[in-house]
């Protein structure tokens, strides 16, 4: 790289620098109460005690938790014959289809995302009607 | 001897009292920069204000327990990974607004019709103005990758190990997107005054 591009790139990040600087101070207010309100929120959150998931069933303040270690066990009992069933139903490509649906029942985020398909045809059809 | 499940160590152990006010600084000072880089993701502020607050939640719910020297480089890679998700989402609607709509109907689209956040029209006067908005505008249509790779680079200050965490991916790979950023904005930038 010559010095010229090196000076170019060096002014071009110096203007980029300032005017994203800018940008954040002129920030209106209904956006910063916006953020502080999330700021608010997100910290509301961090004073709730953390309950591990095992102790969600608190009953009377005694503890009810001697059933979770047999109930772990046989949900990872069940997810296991789960994916063997779905392996032995799919004999072809059984593998990867049961890592995918197994994937599929496991991963939180991506069920929202499918769950909201009927919004989104809801939406669509609302619109649509007006 | 029989073991209650409460008994053991890690059944019985509390999560251990967060620094609230360090979390209320950190968050705080992270915020805005952090809505500016989501809403060059997003291309929109309500949109951005939205994957911001998430952001935050989830590193408060997720990781408050970490040290705090690892908060910044795990709130960009949660928001990072907050504005994938977002485009990941407009991909689907997108599908489906084609999928349930004839193509008459495409025109209407709001999403295709919305103007782009940094849109230069004929009635920016100043050059100064143009310039702004000529910039804002290069750097959202960067790909995202090389946006991501410039922003936390150059703007927030990271390291390449820095970034790399948060983008979640190599150093090399990291170095290469601020590289073709670089390129990207020379081409489209080198000839304004400034």
């Known amino acids: 790289m010559t010095k010229t591009t090196q000076d170019t ?35 509301a959150a961090a004073a709730q005690p953390k309950r591990p998931w095992w102790r969600i069933l608190w009953s009377g303040g005694r503890p009810t938790g001697d059933w979770l270690v047999p109930a772990g066990a046989f949900a990872s009992v069940f997810a296991t014959a789960l994916a063997l069933t779905l392996m032995v139903a799919e004999p072809e490509n059984g593998i990867a289809h049961a890592v995918d649906d197994l994937e599929l029942f496991t991963a939180g985020e991506d069920l929202e995302l499918y769950e909201n398909l009927e919004f989104y045809q809801w939406l669509e059809n609302r619109e649509q009607t007006g | 001897m029989r073991f209650r499940a409460w008994e053991f160590p890690c059944y019985a152990m509390e999560t251990p009292a967060l620094d609230t006010q360090a979390l209320d600084r950190f968050l705080a000072g992270v915020e805005r920069r952090a809505l500016r880089i989501a809403e060059f993701g997003a291309g929109n502020r309500e949109d951005a204000l939205d994957i ?16 705090e020297q690892e908060w910044r480089p795990l709130f960009h890679r949660i928001l990072q990974s907050r504005i994938a998700d977002f485009h990941r989402r407009e991909a689907v609607r997108r599908r489906w607004r084609i999928w349930l709509r004839s193509d008459d109907d495409a025109r209407d689209d709001p999403l295709e019709n919305q103007p782009a956040p940094a849109s230069v029209g ?16 290069t750097l959202t249509q960067l790909p995202r990758r090389q946006q991501q790779a410039f922003l936390l680079r150059m703007w927030e200050g990271m390291n390449v190990a820095e970034a790399a965490e948060a ?21 489209r930038l080198e000839d304004h005054r400034w």
């Open chain 1, 9 to 43: 790139d060096t002014r071009i990040i110096e203007h980029i620098r300032r005017r994203l600087d800018e940008d954040v101070e002129a920030l209106d207010s209904a956006t910063l109460s916006r953020l502080e309100q999330s700021r608010r929120l997100a910290l």
């Open chain 2, 52 to 67: 911001v607050q998430d952001s935050m939640l989830r590193l408060v719910q997720g990781y408050a327990d970490r040290p």
């Open chain 2, 122 to 137: 004929p009635e920016r006067r100043s050059d100064a103005e143009h310039m702004s908005a000529r910039l804002e505008q």
């Open chain 2, 167 to 187: 983008m979640g991916c190599s150093e090399g790979s990291v170095k290469t997107h601020l590289s073709r950023a670089m390129g990207v904005l020379r081409k």
